[in-house]
């Protein structure tokens, strides 16, 4: 039985372990969009369709597909290539605590931060993504 595409977004997120805010961080889409399609009201066109597989670390065309959902890659860290802050910084010429507090703040369209106590955070910055945004090409090993 083929999947709707709200079917097969919720069945990756859950795969993914992603939540509604952390989905609109990776893909670009806002936290609206995403529950509009979540909750099957909306369906975004082929190329967004296409955009939001690629931004969480599936093929293109995962939504497109004739099978039911099923994650295409994982790694021991989870499905989506991800990056360092210390990488990403390095790339951008910019010093790893700006990236850290752009994180925190929401300004990175490519990653996020999560308070895990009062005084530490994890970061996530989807590779893929933040090439793709800022234009820089990744060494093959990420």
């Known amino acids: 039985m083929r999947m709707n595409f709200s079917e097969q977004?919720?069945?990756a997120m859950q795969q993914l372990g992603l939540n509604q805010s952390q989905a609109a961080g990776l893909t670009g889409?806002?936290?609206g969009a995403i529950s509009q399609?979540?909750?099957g009201k909306n369906t975004p066109p082929k190329d967004k369709r296409q955009m939001i597989a690629a931004s969480l670390g599936l093929l293109p065309n995962y939504f497109e597909g004739e099978q039911e959902a099923a994650i295409v890659y994982k790694k021991t860290h989870g499905a989506i290539r991800q990056l360092l802050v210390a990488d990403a910084a390095k790339l951008m010429g910019m010093n790893h605590n700006t990236v850290r507090k752009g994180l925190q703040q929401g300004v990175f369209p490519w990653g996020y931060a999560i308070r895990t106590s009062k005084r530490r955070w994890t970061y996530f910055?989807?590779?893929k993504r933040f090439a793709e945004i800022e234009?820089?090409?990744?060494?093959p090993c990420f």
């Open 29 to 31: 889409c806002s936290r």
């Open 9 to 11: 977004l919720k069945a």
């Open 135 to 139: 234009g820089i090409s990744l060494p």
């Open 125 to 127: 910055i989807n590779a």
């Open 37 to 39: 399609y979540l909750s």
